[in-house]
């Protein structure tokens, strides 16, 4: 997974995966305890279909660490999405730090 020009867009190779992806957060403090939800969509019809969602902890010097396993990278094929990320603290929302951006899968070469 590599960030493009905009720090905000993901691009990845189809089929990648463990590859980590650092989310640095800034103007607030996270804790390691801290959960932050990332959702893939695509547009069908005019609506937001949820490819993939999926939660991260363990944060560290306020960066997130985003990768996927083998089998959430095959749920993504090659195709442009939309992606958003959450911060959840104590099971409550605190607030949406990325809101949909592109997240591209591309052909491998």
């Known amino acids: 997974m590599i960030r493009e020009e905009n720090k905000l867009n993901i691009a990845m190779a189809e089929g990648d995966y463990g590859i980590y992806l650092p ?3 800034e103007g607030a403090e996270i804790d390691s305890a801290d959960a932050f939800i990332l959702t893939i969509a695509q547009t069908v019809q005019n609506e937001l279909d949820v490819i993939l969602s999926k939660t991260f902890s363990g944060a560290a010097n306020n960066t997130i660490y985003i990768f996927f396993t083998e089998s959430e990278s095959n749920t993504l ?4 999405y939309r992606y958003s990320l ?6 409550s929302f605190v607030c949406n730090l990325i809101e949909d951006k592109v997240f591209s899968v591309r052909n491998k070469v």
């Open 86 to 91: 959450d911060w959840v603290r104590n099971g």
């Open 77 to 80: 094929p090659i195709g442009q």
């Open 23 to 25: 989310v640095v957060v």
